[in-house]
């Protein structure tokens, strides 16, 4: 049985998990949850939507100044792109899904065990800087710090399933490498040394770098809510693994809402706050 909600930790009011209300909803989701008919997601069939998607990036091709250009095309453009032939091992990719959503599937008692507060929002949350009595987002998720070193407590990180920490370990490192190894294409791109958007962000070691995973149990009405509603990244750089053929995630481009037709395999690479210099906003339906 799921637990309905999570005495406060600190925050304004009770904390109501999703995944409980999923549970218990039945047909009718929650007022709080329901969206303003202008933030609702676009009830457009496939075909009716624009036509034109995320650029696309191949990481493997051997023009490299060539991937350099396009980087950086597709980040003056759209602050989005799909990398492909990224580096990050598709096993490993298999086995970050599994595991996390192993967690995701047990008791709500052992979920709780890690319940996040507004201090450092790290663990398992479903707000995040949400006002008492305001809007709430359909979704669950576990936030946890990487980069510093001095930031990183694995005791934070939870037990079960037992791969979930060696599995993390190991996609958080490959992760962070692709991070880096794309902030030296767009340095290039850009026409700057390698290594100045990496230095700029404290040099490889001295970034900060964090873990969010996002939880979205079922919904009866999906038409009037958001996972995650409309927003920008603060950071300089998001690298964000979707489910494959889930066309969930929404960008805005031209005052128009452009669903993601996600590549298989691929990172959607989202350019945040920090290098765009205007806001990338993006969304979760």
């Known amino acids: ?86 580096g990050v091992r598709p096993e490993l990719l298999r086995r970050a899904r599994s595991a996390w959503r192993g967690f995701f599937k047990q008791p709500a008692d052992v979920r709780e065990r890690y319940a996040n507060s507004p201090a450092t929002y790290e663990g398992y949350g479903s707000r995040l800087g949400t006002a008492k009595g305001g809007p709430l987002d359909w979704g669950d998720y576990y936030f946890l710090h990487l980069l510093p070193p001095a930031l990183k407590s694995h005791d934070k ?22 991070c880096r190894r794309v902030m030296k294409v767009l340095s290039r791109g850009l026409g700057l040394d390698d290594g100045m958007l990496q230095a700029a962000f404290g040099g490889e070691g001295g970034e900060g770098a964090c873990l969010r995973i996002n939880f979205y149990p079922r ?3 999906p038409e009037l809510t958001l996972g995650v509603a409309s927003h920008s990244d603060p ?37 945040g706050d920090q290098i765009q210099g205007k806001r990338n906003s993006d969304r979760q339906k």
């Open 235 to 271: 950071g300089g750089m998001t690298m964000l693994l979707v489910d494959d053929h889930i066309r969930g995630l929404q960008v805005r481009r031209a005052g128009q809402w452009i669903t993601v037709d996600p590549v298989p395999g691929a990172f959607i690479v989202n350019i």
């Open 219 to 221: 919904c009866p009405q």
């Open 157 to 178: 990180w939870p037990s079960l399933p037992p791969t979930l920490r060696e599995t993390t370990e190991e996609y958080a490192e490959e992760v962070v490498q692709l």
């Open 1 to 86: 049985m799921s637990s309905c909600c999570n005495g406060g930790a600190g925050w304004p009011e009770p904390v109501v998990r999703v995944q409980a209300v999923s549970d218990t909803c039945g047909a009718t989701i929650p007022e709080r949850y329901v969206k303003p008919p202008s933030e609702r997601p676009s009830l457009l069939a496939p075909a009716a939507e624009p036509v034109n998607n995320i650029p696309v990036v191949d990481l493997s091709l051997p023009d490299a100044d060539g991937t350099a250009r396009a980087v950086a095309e597709a980040s003056r453009e759209w602050g989005f792109f799909q990398v492909l032939n990224h």
